[in-house]
Nanobody, 120 residues
C-alpha cells in the first residue's frame, strides 16, 4: 500500500542545481519523518538528509550540508531535495525513505530511486 516515487534526477554539470521530488501515498504522510538516501556506484547506501513530520527540523550529512535542502509539502504528500553546487561526488541513485513502526517493529519503505549524474 505504501508507495514512494522519486523523480527529478538527470544529468547536471558540476556547480549546477537539481530538485528531486518524492510523491508519497498509502499512509498518512504528515505523521512521518522522511529521509533521503543515496547510493553511488560501487558504494553502500548512505543517509543524505532527513526531515521531521511537520518539517520543523532537518538534518544533513556533512558532505551535503550547506548545499542541499530537504523540505516537504504535507498538503501534497511530497518530499523534496533541493541540490545546489553539485559535485562529481554527488553522483548516485537517490532514494526516498519512510521508516514506519507498527507493533514495535520498524519497517523501511523505499522508492525505486532516481539517478543523479554530475558530469562535465
Amino acid at each position: 500500500q505504501v508507495q514512494l516515487v522519486e523523480s527529478g534526477g538527470g544529468l547536471v554539470q558540476p556547480g549546477g542545481s537539481l530538485r528531486l521530488s518524492c510523491a508519497a501515498s498509502g499512509f498518512i504522510f504528515s505523521s512521518y519523518d522522511m529521509y533521503w538516501y543515496r547510493q553511488a556506484p560501487g558504494k553502500e547506501r548512505e543517509l543524505v538528509a532527513g526531515i521531521t513530520s511537520a518539517g520543523s527540523s532537518t538534518n544533513y550529512a556533512d558532505s551535503v550540508k550547506g548545499r542541499f535542502t530537504v523540505s516537504r509539502d504535507n498538503t501534497k504528500n511530497t518530499l523534496y531535495l533541493q541540490m545546489n553546487s553539485l559535485k562529481l561526488e554527488d553522483t548516485a541513485v537517490y532514494y526516498c525513505n519512510v521508516p514506519r513502526t507498527r507493533l514495535y517493529r520498524t519497517l523501511d519503505y523505499w522508492g525505486k530511486g532516481t539517478l543523479v549524474t554530475v558530469s562535465s
